[in-house]
Every structure is written in structure tokens, then in C-alpha cells.
């Protein structure tokens, strides 16, 4: 069984600084409050962590939450905030790639933030992920997404290059916009050219507007970080996409 090394990443070395987050960013909080706008309807939420974001939507009076992780430790911690606080959150462990236990159609709302899909390094689970999510969602149900723009970071196209070349010397099939993450926890990746460590997918804007398309979603706005509250053409940062199953 392949180990999926960005899970371990979180259970292990990431858990207490993504579990212990509790502030709603503020591109977040513009997008759920734009687009949740009838708290009566189910939501979903994928990477949920320590459950900072669905806590968040809760607090606008949603009820019917239902918020998961790949780290069962991720899980277990946002479980025993939920019974601290009293929060009717239900948090479960599943993997994006595989929401066999939710119904076809069954949520209004879907959460995809904290760029939980650019954690999947595999291309056929990246799309399978996104597959799901329209799934389970509901014709018409909103899915607000973020991810790791590949254009938003200038030197992207320089680590894709170096690592072309030493991804052939290892005879290594894997896609120019996967890359290793340059530091954890405030601290340099040293170990950014080894092989078997965790990577990232940055997707490329127009070819996943594209097959989000071909899946049957409708995108309703594209925009990012540096777009959310400024009229630029700027590209930093994350990318936002709202979708709509057709």
C-alpha cells in the first residue's frame, strides 16, 4: 500500500499548528458569507483540521455540519474541541479521493479551503477528488474551493526546471507543477530535492476551470488572494474558485 506521506506530514509534524488554529481568514470569511447565504441547508467540509472554519460557519447558525479529515489525529483533536465548546459539528477521518460514505447529492454547501486539494500529489486522485465533490453535492449546490496557484508564486517555473532535470536522472513520472514544500513550520525545507517526501500540486488556472467544466460544475468567480478585496491583475498568492453543480 503506497503511504501517503502529505497525511503523515499532518498527523505529525503540522498537527499542533494546524489543529490548534482558530481565526477565520478574512479572503474565507468573505467567500462563505457571500455564497452560504441559507444557513436550513447541509454543508460539507473537506481538511476541516481542527475544525476552524466549520466552527466559523457554525457561528452563522448552521446546524447540519458534517467536516472531515485524511489525519484521524487532526480528527480526534477537532472531536474533543467540539465536546469542550458543545459544537454539533460531526468530524469524521475520510480522504478527499474517496467520500464513498456520503450519498450522491447530499450536501447544498461544500468547503474546500486551506488549499486541502493541492495536498494530493497524485493527478488521478486530485481529479477523482474533485469528482467526488460533485458527487455529493446537490444540482445547484455551491462548492467554494481554494488552491496553490502556480503562477502566483514567480519562481515556480525555476524549482520545476531544476527538478526536470533531476527527476529524469531518478527516472521520476511526475508533473512540472508538483513540488516539494519549501519549509514547514516556519523552518526551510533542507531536504527539498530528496526523493519520497511530501508534495504539493499548483494547479494551472485555465486547464482546471476546464475539466472543472467537463465534470459539470459552472465556475462563478475566479479570484486571487491579492484579487479578493483590490481591483488587480496581480497573481499572488492562492487561487479561489466557486463552482456550481449544473
Excluded at 18 to 28: A, F, L, Y
Excluded at 89 to 111: G, M, P, R, T, V
Excluded at 191 to 212: A, G
Aim: proline share 2%.
Amino acid at each position: 500500500m503506497k503511504v501517503n506521506l502529505t497525511a503523515n506530514l499532518y498527523s505529525d509534524i503540522l498537527l499542533e499548528e494546524w489543529s490548534s488554529k482558530v481565526d477565520i481568514w478574512r479572503e474565507e470569511a468573505y467567500f462563505i458569507n457571500k455564497y452560504l447565504i441559507d444557513n436550513s441547508l447541509k454543508v460539507l467540509e473537506a481538511g476541516t483540521g481542527g475544525g476552524r472554519i466549520s466552527n466559523y460557519i457554525e457561528s452563522l447558525g448552521f446546524k447540519n455540519i458534517e467536516a472531515f479529515d485524511i489525519s484521524p489525529e487532526m480528527i480526534e483533536i477537532a472531536q474533543l474541541n467540539a465536546m469542550k465548546t458543545g459544537s454539533k459539528i460531526n468530524f469524521s477521518h475520510h480522504d478527499a479521493s474517496d467520500l464513498s460514505s456520503f450519498k450522491e447529492e447530499s450536501f447544498s454547501y461544500l468547503i474546500y479551503l486551506q488549499q486541502v486539494l493541492s495536498m494530493i500529489s497524485d493527478p488521478l486522485l486530485f481529479y477523482k477528488a474533485i469528482v467526488e465533490s460533485h458527487r455529493v453535492s446537490k444540482k445547484g449546490g455551491i462548492v467554494i474551493f481554494s488552491f496553490l496557484d502556480y503562477d502566483g508564486r514567480f519562481y515556480n517555473p525555476l524549482l520545476s526546471f531544476i527538478l526536470k532535470i533531476v527527476r529524469v536522472f531518478r527516472r521520476e513520472k511526475i508533473p512540472f507543477n508538483v513540488l516539494p514544500w519549501l519549509h514547514y513550520v516556519g523552518k526551510i525545507n533542507w531536504k527539498l530535492f530528496n526523493k519520497n517526501q511530501p508534495l504539493l500540486t499548483w494547479i494551472l488556472k485555465d486547464r482546471l476551470i476546464s475539466d472543472f467544466e467537463k465534470i459539470g460544475f459552472k465556475v462563478l468567480e475566479v479570484k486571487n488572494d491579492s484579487q479578493v478585496f483590490k481591483q488587480t491583475s496581480k497573481r499572488v498568492g492562492g487561487i479561489y474558485i466557486i463552482c456550481q453543480k449544473i
